[in-house]
């Protein structure tokens, strides 16, 4: 049998994934070479010059520059036919009037300076974009499937709810599962960035796309491959990469307007003076080709260092969204909350001890598969409590579950379903140590009732403090919309740094909500059920809780949380903010200091090739400065401090 590979992106990968990859890997092979040929060109130029013989340097200068003009000129004619037109003109115009005037250094200077700053473009995207083609290049092509007693290697399409597939070690799963044989220690640093390995045991889902770092396991299929979470994040990752943010349109928009006055200022220049090398100048120096690209550059920086904090943002407009929020609607259960029953308390009654009552109720609970009888079973293996094993056992669905225990008649299920078998019927108490958050379940033993067992949905610990986090990244206002029960909800908010707290809401409510807080400003909806699916479409900014939600809710979000923390939600919030900031001030500083140089230019202060060089030198400037957005050690530092 042939080993399994964790292939990457080659002639074997599907075309939808080579087609996601960036453009700049497929353009650097043809920018590297433009930047060799313009080199070569001004090095031999300025040889045959110190050489004596000048008529010859501007030849090779001349000559050199005419790939980059060809290739530049093609990009130009391929924009034109799309409807767009941008600043890469003016170095079309000042390399075509250097060539016309005789002013070949200048014009290998630009020559030069653009393929070089092209090329900087496509080493700056690539780094910037390096944690989000990751996930493209893990996606493996085959699985082991269990057949008939044997294993066969099978194409990763073939497989479909319901197989049992072996995953070995250093392989990545295929698909979402179970493991139901063995044991596993996970990676799922690419998926959730959490750098510590996790442990699953037998009965526990596993994502695909984590890599196995233990022992071979067996994992049951439960969705195929196309369906899973992984090919999901890859879906996201393509549409992410082709979504254009409205602050680079911004930035396109400045481009048009950067041109006009290039154009006039370059025409007037030679109308008053008559001097075409000083036109050449002000073209020259008004050659920022990379400036505006500063801006994706600083935006998908922005996406891919939040991509590493286990959030998957959709693009750079979701960023710029995400940027500018100002007011958060945010559901309870799974989100403010656990989302799962924890047992807070044990109310005993009739004499009774509390282990008692926790250890009787859990032992028949063995039986069910209820979110509650989960809970209860796992609150009496952490107290280390010895259960046996129920008989006789009857579960009426949703209501309540009775059974033998140790020889025991035990029911247990809401007061209404366990007083309807006492052997004194009534009305069971409500016990009086139930907070309003927090629901009970009744137990009773041989007709008498033994007890309640408290259980509540609680607060995620880091919860408070990141609802603070949110205040200092601009938030200024908060609202609970939740489905659950007036009561429960207000013990939750109040417990909280909530403006407004609203129960008892259904899908339609949870949409009007969203839709009125726009007046206060830009808002941003997170939840993780099917329920807020509709209110996160009708979000500026939808965020579903990928790592347990629904996949609806994941489909229609602009930001998904990969991992189980909402935390992460203020490191994407934070990190969007600096994004958007860097990539305003690249842009205004580099147009700005342009403008100044062409207005030096036009004054007859800045000669053609100086003023290339100086321009050139504002270029890589403000991109190096764009790439700032990828962050810096001190603000990683931070972060991994606020990671257990």
Not at 266 to 291: M, Q, S, Y
Request: proline share 4%.
């Amino acid at each position: 049998m042939k080993p399994h590979d964790v292939v990457g992106v080659n002639s074997d990968t599907p075309p939808r994934l080579r087609s996601a990859l960036p453009d700049f890997i497929a353009a650097s092979g043809q920018r590297f070479w433009l930047v060799v040929f313009a080199a070569c060109g001004l090095a031999f130029g300025l040889m045959a010059s110190l050489l004596g013989r000048p008529d010859l340097a501007r030849w090779i200068w001349g000559v050199a520059i005419l790939p980059v003009l060809a290739a530049l000129l093609v990009e130009i004619f391929t924009n034109l036919r799309r409807g767009s037109v941008g600043l890469d003109l003016i170095a079309a115009l000042a390399m075509a009037g250097a060539l016309a005037i005789g002013e070949t250094l200048a014009g290998i200077v630009v020559a030069l300076m653009y393929s070089g700053g092209q090329f900087l473009e496509s080493f700056a995207e690539g780094r910037a974009r390096r944690e989000m083609t990751t996930l493209l290049s893990r996606v493996p092509k085959t699985a082991l499937r269990h057949a008939g007693g044997s294993l066969q290697e099978v194409r990763l399409e073939t497989i479909v709810a319901g197989d049992r597939i072996l995953v070995r070690t250093g392989e990545v799963a295929p698909a979402d599962g179970t493991i139901i044989a063995g044991s596993a220690v996970l990676d799922q640093s690419a998926l959730t960035g959490e750098s510590l390995p996790v442990n699953r045991q037998a009965g526990d889902n596993v994502l695909s796309g984590s890599i196995n770092l233990g022992a071979t396991f067996d994992l049951l299929v439960s969705r195929p491959p196309a369906e899973s979470t992984y090919a999901g994040i890859v879906r996201m990752v393509e549409a992410a990469q082709q979504v254009k943010a409205p602050i680079v349109r911004l930035a396109d928009r400045y481009a048009l307007w950067f041109l006009a006055i290039t154009v006039c200022l370059t025409g007037g220049t030679w109308f008053i003076t008559g001097e075409a090398i000083r036109a050449l100048a002000v073209l020259v120096v008004a050659t920022p080709c990379p400036l505006i690209l500063a801006v994706p550059v600083a935006i998908i920086s922005g996406v891919s260092r939040i991509a590493k904090r286990g959030v998957l943002v959709k693009g750079g407009a979701a960023l710029e969204a995400l940027a500018r929020v100002r007011v958060i609607v945010i559901d309870k259960t799974g989100t403010l909350t656990e989302g799962r029953a924890r047992l807070v308390a044990i109310d005993p009654a009739n004499g009774f001890s509390p282990d008692d009552v926790l250890r009787l109720a859990a032992t028949l609970d063995l039986a069910s598969k209820h979110v509650v009888a989960t809970a209860l079973v796992a609150a009496a293996e952490n107290r280390n409590l010895v259960l046996g094993k129920p008989s006789d056992v009857q579960e009426t669905s949703g209501v309540g579950i009775e059974g033998m225990v140790e020889n025991r008649r035990v029911v247990v299920g809401g007061a209404t379903f366990v007083s309807q078998r006492l052997t004194d019927a009534g009305t069971i108490q409500r016990p009086a140590s139930r907070p309003d958050d927090a629901f009970s379940v009744t137990v009773a033993v041989d007709g008498v009732v033994a007890g309640h067992l408290i259980l509540a949905d609680e607060i995620r610990a880091d919860v408070p403090q990141t609802l603070r986090r949110f205040r200092s990244s601009g938030v200024t206002r908060i609202v609970l919309a939740s489905g659950d029960r007036k009561e429960i909800a207000n013990s939750i908010g109040s417990q909280l740094d909530i403006d407004e707290i609203r129960g008892d809401q259904t899908p339609q409510d949870k949409v009007a909500i969203v839709l009125r807080e726009r007046s206060r400003g830009p808002v941003m909806m997170v939840g993780d059920g099917v329920n807020d699916a509709p209110a996160l479409a009708a979000a500026d900014v939808g965020v579903a809780l990928g790592a347990r939600g629904a996949a609806a809710s994941s489909e229609v979000a602009d930001v998904v949380l990969l991992v189980d923390r909402i935390d992460r939600l203020a490191d994407a919030m934070e990190i969007a903010r600096r994004s958007r900031r860097i990539a305003l001030q690249s842009a205004f500083v580099g147009i700005g200091l342009s403008l100044i140089a062409m207005i030096v230019a036009t004054l007859g202060y800045l000669p053609p090739v100086q003023g290339a060089l100086l321009q050139e030198a504002i270029d890589v400037s403000v991109v190096l400065n764009a790439l700032r957005a990828l962050g810096n050690r001190q603000s990683d530092d931070t972060q991994k401090s606020r990671t257990p």
